[in-house]
């Protein structure tokens, strides 16, 4: 089966440091999703993105973060100004549309912890 | 308010146990329900989902799941448990359109 890859698995950075998280969705999906966990907490939406732009974001997308699909296969999640609270393993996913009834295809994760 | 929650957060059971886990959640409309299953040390997986039709669903590894709708629940069952289904479960769902929410999940640890 097709996957979704995710680089780096782990990340460690320091408070006010900018991370680019990078995912590469699956070749033929459309849509693009980012999802946090943070340490014993629920899997919570961040971002979804289609045709280039962002199609619906949650309160914790604030202006620190940003999203971009650079090319015809990655797609980066920046985080400008990492603050504590942003540790957490942030997973990209996909779907070829965009329906309700969509099954999203997760990577594996990027661990990105803030010192 | 659109939300989803899960009954259990840890559940421990023997090899050959049956499992169920709990899940409601609270949307007015139409939705579609999925399991996703997290092993240890990898990615979200799709168990099952369900969008309409047959209210029992089928999924992989022998699990099933039943969507009632007057109780708001999704609950995910397995007759006969086997050490590999040692995970975390996240129920999910999506109204008629936006985000799919996750349940905080349930950590099941299958002891031989």
């Known amino acids: 089966e097709p996957e979704v890859t995710q680089t780096p698995s782990h990340q460690v950075t320091q408070m006010g440091q900018e991370v680019i998280l990078r995912c590469v969705p699956i070749s033929n999906h459309l849509y693009f999703y980012w999802y946090r966990q943070i340490l014993g907490q629920k899997v919570e939406f961040l971002v979804s993105f289609y045709n280039n732009e962002i199609s619906e974001k949650s309160e914790i997308f604030d202006d620190q973060f940003s999203v971009e699909r650079p090319d015809g296969s990655n797609f980066t999640l920046k985080i400008r100004s990492t603050k504590l609270e942003d540790s957490a393993m942030y997973f990209c996913?996909?779907?070829?549309?965009?329906?309700?009834?969509?099954?999203?295809?997760f990577g594996s994760g990027t661990q990105l912890s803030v010192l | 308010a659109q939300s989803v929650s899960q009954h259990n957060h840890h559940v421990i059971l023997s090899e050959a146990a049956s499992l169920e886990l709990g899940c409601n959640y609270s949307y007015g409309g139409t939705v579609n329900l999925f399991w996703y299953v997290q092993y240890p040390g990898q990615h979200l997986q799709l168990l099952l989902k369900?969008?309409?039709?047959?209210?029992l669903v089928k999924g992989i590894k022998g699990f099933e799941a039943e969507f009632i709708k007057s109780k708001f629940s999704f609950n995910l069952r397995k007759p006969s448990v086997q050490w590999s289904d040692t995970a975390e479960y996240f129920c999910a769902f999506r109204g008629s359109w936006g985000k799919l929410q996750f349940g905080a999940g349930t950590q099941v640890v299958v002891t031989p």
């Open positions: 996913a996909s779907s070829p549309g965009g329906g309700s009834n969509e099954k999203l295809f």
């Open positions: 369900y969008f309409s039709g047959d209210p």
